[in-house]
């Protein structure tokens, strides 16, 4: 079976963190002093690489999906009371990662179908 699976389920489970961030972060744009924060999955996903089978010495070796990823403060402005959310630059976000965990949810509800049918035979 491979590891896609456990990288599809670390795609939505980032996505799901990440979402919760987000709308704190828009949740507190009222908040003086608070500071908006995001998680850097994109760094992660742009590393990963699926495992691939070694078979000569000259293959390539492929990365493991870290899932961790990191919780980082924006560095944008301030406003006058301290407070950097900007909502537009959030609703931005916010879709975006939407159609990442849909896109993630798809392709194990696709995943899941293949495996179904080749049972099935």
């Known amino acids: ?3 896609h699976f456990k990288i599809l389920e670390g795609i939505v489970k980032q996505a799901s963190i990440r979402h919760g961030i987000i709308l704190s972060n828009i949740a507190n744009s009222d908040t003086p002093g608070y500071r908006a924060k995001d998680i850097k999955f994109a760094d992660e996903l742009k590393k990963a690489t699926l495992e691939l089978k070694i078979t000569h010495f000259k293959h390539i070796r492929g990365n493991h999906l870290e899932t961790s990823g990191q919780v980082v403060f924006e560095p944008t402005k301030p406003w006058l009371d301290k407070n950097n959310v900007e909502l537009d630059l959030e609703m931005a976000k916010l879709v975006e990662n939407a159609l ?3 896109a993630g949810i798809n392709m194990l509800s696709i995943k899941i179908r293949m495996f179904k049918n080749a049972l099935r035979r």
């Open 1 to 3: 079976m491979g590891n």
């Open 100 to 102: 990442l965990f849909q």
